[in-house]
């Protein structure tokens, strides 16, 4: 077994991702003599083609060992551009569009997606890039060998096509296959490609200006198409006939300059992903609502990326019978209106929930729906203004992140939060909270949490976090807490903590008492600072091991 293992591992020449790819298959393969010996066989060579390197022999290797549900999902990822950052909620939501996921038990279809994520990564097929701060995979890459072997695996069995103006000089009309991925295209796309009625799958990644004649085009020749993504895309009407696209599974028009969706929507029933974030539509259709497969739904309209002001977003009004949509998994996000707000109760797959204007009155009959949602692990409450007092006493028990903006209701931490969501908090925003007491008693015994945000949340002068507090808190966020005087950390509080963001913290006139026992911290940063708070951070010998970064105040 060792001469063996020695043959198998001096083909790999020395070179480290070959040596990882062959590892990670060898561990999942049974360690006996025959297989050793299948992969010290001469039969390494991709279709004896003499022009591969041997390093990609190996990784063709890999793939050729692939489980058959994972191959698909391998190839999709090679259609995107050299070192495109691929998101974990996007890539989940096109492969399940695309029909690549199995159905296993109970599990959502997204669920068994994102396991399917984790075996490419273990394989070392995809390369994480980054968690989020509870160690959930975000985003990947492929690496660019790898990538190149799937683009030929994809072109040999006319999997799909990646397309890019630059590069190549034939049209569009003349590549084949029932995926195109544009990466770049600028001149255009003739009126008649002969192809396009083949096509199932678009994503359209990068067009210039002619990108409006793309979407009639598209509805008008290739009535089978499954995927429609043209995020990004400056298209300002959808045309009526997208409701004769009846196959169609997933349709993105994320950042497009839509502003009214047609009637016609309501006839694409296999409809799973709408994604209409950061367009111009403020109402849905009513014929939405006969959307019964619709998993998630993405029509927020956001005005501030940085969350500095009140209304910094809104949601999307949809008229009556919302409680139809019962498969919905993800609606971001919903304009608070009477009418929407008694069905809400009927949506028990929501994972993923945004609702904006919530007025005070709204607040009872929305925690009774809330808590019918055993599911939801994500949720943001927004009030209609900055008088409104949200009362929130009962909330879904499995929350992992809350957003809530606007004045908090008394005791609503200590009864709301602690209560109900207990130990499985990770993430916590608090806007426009005006709380006088003292938060942190009630958030410390949340000791799962690792993002806390307050931002205009506490009126009060001193924020001391005690020993033992928010052990594995990683990222704490302060901003626009105009009386806070003090800031101060106890040794072995926070002790996990690597981003500390301070910004607008007008009356606090010394560096935080405790910031050296920060052993982790890796970003430090204050924001909207004086000139004379600036002396005071340089002559620090506190913070002089870590890294900070500072902007004056206006």
């Known amino acids: 077994m060792t001469k063996l293992a020695h043959q198998v591992v001096s083909k790999c020449k020395g070179i480290p991702l070959a040596i990882v790819s062959i590892g990670r298959l060898l561990f999942r393969r049974d360690k006996t003599k025959e297989e050793l010996n299948k992969l010290r066989q001469p039969n390494w060579e991709l279709f004896n083609n003499p022009s591969l390197e041997h390093v990609r022999n190996i990784l063709y290797l890999s793939y050729i060992y692939l489980p058959t549900h994972l191959k698909s999902c391998f190839l999709y990822c090679s259609l995107f551009p050299e070192d495109y950052l691929m998101r974990r909620k996007r890539l989940i939501r096109l492969w399940v569009a695309e029909g690549f996921i199995e159905r296993r038990g109970e599990s959502t279809m997204e669920e068994v997606a994102e396991g399917y994520l984790k075996e490419l990564v273990q394989r070392n097929m995809l390369q994480l890039v980054q968690k989020n701060s509870f160690g959930r995979m975000k985003s990947f890459r492929i690496h660019d060998i790898m990538r190149e072997l799937a683009v030929d695996l994809c072109q040999r069995e006319c999997f799909g096509v990646a397309y890019e103006e630059d590069k190549h000089t034939e049209y569009i009309e003349e590549k084949d296959g029932r995926r195109l991925v544009i990466h770049k295209l600028k001149k255009g796309i003739y009126q008649s490609p002969s192809n396009l009625h083949r096509l199932r799958s678009l994503i359209a990644l990068d067009i210039g200006t002619p990108s409006s004649s793309l979407l009639p085009l598209i509805v008008g020749m290739s009535r089978y198409m499954s995927v429609l993504e043209l995020s990004g895309l400056p298209i300002e009407n959808v045309p009526d006939a997208i409701g004769d696209l009846f196959n169609l599974r997933h349709l993105g028009l994320r950042g497009s300059k839509v502003k009214v969706l047609p009637k016609s929507v309501e006839k694409l029933t296999n409809l799973l992903t709408l994604d209409l974030f950061g367009s111009d539509i403020q109402e849905l259709p009513r014929g939405i609502v006969k959307l019964k497969n619709l998993r998630h739904l993405l ?256």
């Open 299 to 554: 029509a927020e309209r956001v005005y501030d990326a940085t969350w500095a002001e009140f209304r910094s977003a809104s949601g999307v009004r949809i008229p009556r019978n919302l409680g139809n949509l019962t498969n919905l998994q993800t609606l971001n996000a919903l304009d608070a209106q009477d009418e929407s707000l008694g069905c809400l109760g009927e949506l028990r797959q929501l994972r993923s929930f945004r609702i904006w204007n919530v007025k005070g009155i709204y607040c009872g009959r929305l925690c009774e729906s809330l808590v019918q949602m055993q599911f939801l692990s994500v949720l943001s409450v927004n009030a209609s203004d900055k008088n409104e007092v949200l009362q929130l006493n009962a909330l879904p028990p499995n929350l992992k992140k809350l957003r809530l903006t606007g004045r908090l209701a008394e005791g609503t931490l200590c009864e709301s939060l602690f209560q109900a969501v207990g130990q499985n908090l990770y993430s916590l925003h608090l806007y426009w909270s005006e709380l006088k007491e003292n938060p942190l008693p009630s958030l410390s015994q949340m000791s799962n949490m690792t993002d806390l945000d307050l931002t205009s949340a506490y009126t009060g002068e001193e924020l001391i976090f005690l020993t033992g507090w928010f052990p594995n808190l990683k990222t704490l966020f302060l901003r626009d807490l105009p009386n806070l005087k003090l800031l101060e950390f106890k040794k072995n509080a926070v002790a996990s903590l690597e981003r500390l963001i301070l910004i607008n913290l007008n009356s606090m006139t010394e560096v935080p008492p405790g910031i050296e026992f920060l052993g982790h911290l890796k970003k430090l940063s204050f924001a909207g600072i004086t000139p004379d708070f600036l002396m005071l951070l340089r002559q620090c010998s506190k913070i002089g091991r870590v890294r900070w970064q500072h902007s004056l105040r206006h």
